[in-house]
Protein backbone atom coordinates (compact mmCIF):
# COMPACT_ATOMS: atom_id res chain seq x y z
CA UNK A 1 0.00 0.00 0.00
CA UNK A 2 2.57 2.74 0.68
CA UNK A 3 4.96 1.63 -1.87
CA UNK A 4 1.18 2.28 -4.29
CA UNK A 5 0.80 5.86 -2.33
CA UNK A 6 4.05 6.70 -3.21
CA UNK A 7 4.09 6.04 -7.20
CA UNK A 8 0.83 7.74 -6.94
CA UNK A 9 2.08 11.18 -5.16
CA UNK A 10 5.21 10.66 -5.61
CA UNK A 11 5.96 9.32 -9.14
CA UNK A 12 9.65 8.26 -10.18
CA UNK A 13 11.51 9.23 -7.15
CA UNK A 14 14.80 8.35 -8.70
CA UNK A 15 14.35 10.88 -11.23
CA UNK A 16 14.54 13.90 -8.61
CA UNK A 17 17.80 15.61 -8.48
CA UNK A 18 18.94 17.20 -5.22
CA UNK A 19 19.14 20.50 -6.18
CA UNK A 20 22.91 22.45 -4.92
CA UNK A 21 20.26 25.60 -3.01
CA UNK A 22 17.20 24.93 -1.01
CA UNK A 23 13.57 26.87 -2.20
CA UNK A 24 14.65 30.02 0.40
CA UNK A 25 18.18 30.43 -0.54
CA UNK A 26 17.31 30.02 -4.72
CA UNK A 27 14.90 33.08 -3.55
CA UNK A 28 17.10 34.92 -1.96
CA UNK A 29 19.48 34.59 -4.61
CA UNK A 30 17.30 35.47 -7.50
CA UNK A 31 16.73 38.91 -5.55
CA UNK A 32 20.63 39.54 -5.66
CA UNK A 33 20.38 38.26 -9.14
CA UNK A 34 17.81 41.26 -10.45
CA UNK A 35 19.24 43.96 -7.84
CA UNK A 36 22.76 43.26 -9.70
CA UNK A 37 21.75 42.69 -13.35
CA UNK A 38 23.03 39.63 -13.50
CA UNK A 39 20.60 38.52 -16.09
CA UNK A 40 18.98 41.26 -17.60
CA UNK A 41 20.42 44.66 -18.54
CA UNK A 42 16.56 45.92 -16.62
CA UNK A 43 16.33 50.11 -14.86
CA UNK A 44 13.99 51.96 -13.65
CA UNK A 45 10.45 50.51 -12.85
CA UNK A 46 11.26 47.36 -14.57
CA UNK A 47 13.74 46.27 -12.31
CA UNK A 48 11.30 47.80 -9.28
CA UNK A 49 8.48 45.50 -10.25
CA UNK A 50 10.64 42.96 -10.85
CA UNK A 51 12.27 43.10 -7.08
CA UNK A 52 9.05 43.68 -5.90
CA UNK A 53 7.20 40.72 -7.03
CA UNK A 54 10.24 38.40 -6.39
CA UNK A 55 10.52 39.74 -2.67
CA UNK A 56 6.89 39.55 -2.16
CA UNK A 57 7.38 35.54 -1.90
CA UNK A 58 8.98 35.84 0.86
CA UNK A 59 6.04 37.19 3.21
CA UNK A 60 3.98 34.12 2.43
CA UNK A 61 3.63 30.47 3.37
CA UNK A 62 4.45 28.73 0.09
CA UNK A 63 7.75 29.40 0.12
CA UNK A 64 8.62 27.87 3.68
CA UNK A 65 6.07 24.88 3.31
CA UNK A 66 8.49 24.26 0.12
CA UNK A 67 11.53 24.78 2.62
CA UNK A 68 10.36 22.49 5.42
CA UNK A 69 9.33 19.81 2.53
CA UNK A 70 12.80 20.35 0.60
CA UNK A 71 14.39 18.89 4.02
CA UNK A 72 12.41 15.51 3.88
CA UNK A 73 13.34 15.75 0.02
CA UNK A 74 13.27 17.23 -3.11
CA UNK A 75 10.68 15.03 -4.15
CA UNK A 76 8.43 16.39 -1.46
CA UNK A 77 8.43 20.26 -2.99
CA UNK A 78 5.73 19.58 -5.28
CA UNK A 79 3.53 17.56 -3.64
CA UNK A 80 3.68 19.54 -0.59
CA UNK A 81 2.86 22.53 -2.83
CA UNK A 82 0.01 21.07 -4.52
CA UNK A 83 -2.25 19.96 -1.29
CA UNK A 84 -0.79 23.60 -0.37
CA UNK A 85 -2.85 24.86 -2.92
CA UNK A 86 -5.59 22.65 -3.07
CA UNK A 87 -6.16 23.93 0.72
CA UNK A 88 -6.07 27.57 -0.44
CA UNK A 89 -9.19 26.83 -2.76
CA UNK A 90 -10.84 24.72 -0.39
CA UNK A 91 -11.14 27.71 2.12
CA UNK A 92 -12.70 30.16 0.12
CA UNK A 93 -15.57 27.34 -0.19
CA UNK A 94 -15.75 26.46 3.63
CA UNK A 95 -16.36 30.19 4.30
CA UNK A 96 -18.95 30.52 2.01
CA UNK A 97 -21.16 27.05 3.57
CA UNK A 98 -20.51 28.07 6.74
CA UNK A 99 -21.60 31.67 6.49
CA UNK A 100 -18.24 32.78 7.83
CA UNK A 101 -17.74 36.13 5.45
CA UNK A 102 -18.94 38.70 8.22
CA UNK A 103 -16.09 37.32 10.17
CA UNK A 104 -13.48 39.84 9.05
CA UNK A 105 -10.30 38.19 10.64
CA UNK A 106 -11.09 35.20 8.51
CA UNK A 107 -11.71 37.36 5.29
CA UNK A 108 -8.46 39.09 5.78
CA UNK A 109 -6.84 35.55 6.01
CA UNK A 110 -8.36 34.87 2.70
CA UNK A 111 -7.51 38.05 0.90
CA UNK A 112 -3.92 37.45 2.30
CA UNK A 113 -3.40 33.72 1.06
CA UNK A 114 -5.25 35.56 -2.39
CA UNK A 115 -2.21 38.02 -2.49
CA UNK A 116 0.19 35.12 -2.49
CA UNK A 117 -1.34 33.85 -5.53
CA UNK A 118 -2.05 36.84 -7.35
CA UNK A 119 1.47 37.46 -7.14
CA UNK A 120 2.75 34.39 -7.52
CA UNK A 121 2.36 33.48 -11.23
CA UNK A 122 3.83 37.75 -12.36
CA UNK A 123 6.97 36.42 -10.26
CA UNK A 124 7.66 32.56 -12.16
CA UNK A 125 7.13 34.33 -15.12
CA UNK A 126 8.83 38.08 -14.60
CA UNK A 127 11.07 37.67 -11.87
CA UNK A 128 12.69 34.20 -11.81
CA UNK A 129 15.71 34.62 -13.38
CA UNK A 130 17.63 31.67 -11.60
CA UNK A 131 14.50 29.58 -11.11
CA UNK A 132 15.01 25.76 -13.36
CA UNK A 133 12.57 24.57 -15.32
CA UNK A 134 9.72 22.43 -13.48
CA UNK A 135 9.58 19.00 -14.18
CA UNK A 136 6.71 19.23 -15.84
CA UNK A 137 4.56 22.61 -17.61
CA UNK A 138 1.60 20.37 -17.45
CA UNK A 139 1.46 20.10 -14.23
CA UNK A 140 1.86 24.37 -13.85
CA UNK A 141 -1.14 24.87 -16.16
CA UNK A 142 -3.09 22.84 -13.76
CA UNK A 143 -1.76 24.30 -10.65
CA UNK A 144 -2.60 27.85 -13.12
CA UNK A 145 -6.87 26.46 -13.33
CA UNK A 146 -6.68 25.78 -9.38
CA UNK A 147 -4.99 29.32 -9.06
CA UNK A 148 -7.70 30.95 -11.08
CA UNK A 149 -10.59 28.46 -8.99
CA UNK A 150 -9.21 29.82 -5.44
CA UNK A 151 -9.40 33.86 -7.23
CA UNK A 152 -13.27 32.84 -8.61
CA UNK A 153 -14.07 31.59 -5.70
CA UNK A 154 -12.19 34.33 -3.21
CA UNK A 155 -14.09 36.70 -5.34
CA UNK A 156 -17.40 35.36 -4.28
CA UNK A 157 -16.98 35.56 -0.53
CA UNK A 158 -16.09 39.23 -1.16
CA UNK A 159 -19.29 39.61 -2.62
CA UNK A 160 -21.37 37.79 -0.29
CA UNK A 161 -19.67 40.21 2.86
CA UNK A 162 -21.57 43.14 1.99
CA UNK A 163 -24.53 44.39 0.16
CA UNK A 164 -22.74 45.73 -3.39
CA UNK A 165 -24.96 43.97 -5.86
CA UNK A 166 -28.80 45.05 -6.87
CA UNK A 167 -30.21 42.07 -4.80
CA UNK A 168 -28.98 39.72 -2.20
CA UNK A 169 -27.70 36.39 -2.92
CA UNK A 170 -30.47 33.25 -1.69
CA UNK A 171 -27.34 30.75 -1.29
CA UNK A 172 -23.68 30.28 -0.89
CA UNK A 173 -23.35 28.92 -4.90
CA UNK A 174 -25.11 32.37 -6.24
CA UNK A 175 -22.09 34.30 -5.34
CA UNK A 176 -19.80 31.29 -6.68
CA UNK A 177 -22.03 31.80 -10.05
CA UNK A 178 -22.28 34.76 -9.84
CA UNK A 179 -18.28 35.02 -9.91
CA UNK A 180 -17.51 32.45 -12.50
CA UNK A 181 -19.83 34.83 -15.07
CA UNK A 182 -17.88 37.77 -13.83
CA UNK A 183 -14.78 36.16 -14.43
CA UNK A 184 -15.83 35.10 -17.95
CA UNK A 185 -17.22 38.51 -18.66
CA UNK A 186 -20.35 36.78 -19.59
CA UNK A 187 -22.62 39.07 -17.78
CA UNK A 188 -26.44 37.58 -17.72
CA UNK A 189 -28.15 40.66 -16.00
CA UNK A 190 -29.75 38.63 -13.08
CA UNK A 191 -26.94 40.10 -10.72
CA UNK A 192 -24.75 43.35 -11.16
CA UNK A 193 -23.35 45.87 -8.83
CA UNK A 194 -24.79 48.83 -7.57
CA UNK A 195 -22.38 50.59 -4.87
CA UNK A 196 -18.72 51.96 -5.91
CA UNK A 197 -17.36 48.83 -4.07
CA UNK A 198 -19.49 46.42 -5.98
CA UNK A 199 -18.31 48.09 -9.21
CA UNK A 200 -14.68 47.66 -8.18
CA UNK A 201 -14.70 44.14 -7.17
CA UNK A 202 -16.59 43.53 -10.71
CA UNK A 203 -13.10 45.55 -12.55
CA UNK A 204 -11.12 44.02 -10.62
CA UNK A 205 -11.90 40.48 -10.95
CA UNK A 206 -12.11 41.15 -14.77
CA UNK A 207 -8.82 42.92 -15.08
CA UNK A 208 -7.71 39.45 -13.02
CA UNK A 209 -9.40 37.42 -15.77
CA UNK A 210 -7.75 39.04 -18.85
CA UNK A 211 -4.08 39.42 -17.19
CA UNK A 212 -3.84 36.11 -15.14
CA UNK A 213 -5.92 33.91 -17.55
CA UNK A 214 -4.85 35.19 -21.23
CA UNK A 215 -1.86 36.36 -21.00
CA UNK A 216 -0.02 33.15 -18.28
CA UNK A 217 -2.33 30.45 -19.65
CA UNK A 218 -0.68 31.76 -22.93
CA UNK A 219 2.54 31.80 -21.53
CA UNK A 220 2.93 28.03 -20.26
CA UNK A 221 0.79 26.80 -23.20
CA UNK A 222 3.82 28.10 -25.53
CA UNK A 223 6.23 26.62 -23.16
CA UNK A 224 4.56 23.11 -23.65
CA UNK A 225 4.05 23.44 -26.92
CA UNK A 226 8.17 23.92 -27.29
CA UNK A 227 8.61 21.14 -25.52
CA UNK A 228 6.84 18.40 -27.61
CA UNK A 229 3.74 17.37 -25.59
CA UNK A 230 1.87 17.97 -28.12
CA UNK A 231 3.75 16.78 -31.21
CA UNK A 232 3.59 13.62 -32.48
CA UNK A 233 6.74 11.03 -32.75
CA UNK A 234 8.84 13.61 -30.50
CA UNK A 235 10.07 11.69 -27.08
CA UNK A 236 10.79 15.44 -25.70
CA UNK A 237 9.71 15.05 -22.00
CA UNK A 238 10.84 16.78 -19.18
CA UNK A 239 11.75 14.89 -16.10
Do not use: C
Amino acid sequence: MNFILSKLLLGNVSSVSKPKFNPLQKRIQNIKSIWNNDHQDDNGLEKITRLFLSSSQLFFPGIYIKYLANKKGTEYQDLALDFYVLLKVLFPFVILINNWEHLNFVVWVMIYFLLETILYIPTLIFASDLFSKPRSYKRSILLLFFNYLEIVVAYAVLYSKGNYLNKPFTNWFDAVYFSIITSSSIGYGDYFPVTTIGKVLVSTQALLFLFFVVLFLNFFSNKIKGKGYFEHGKQNHLK
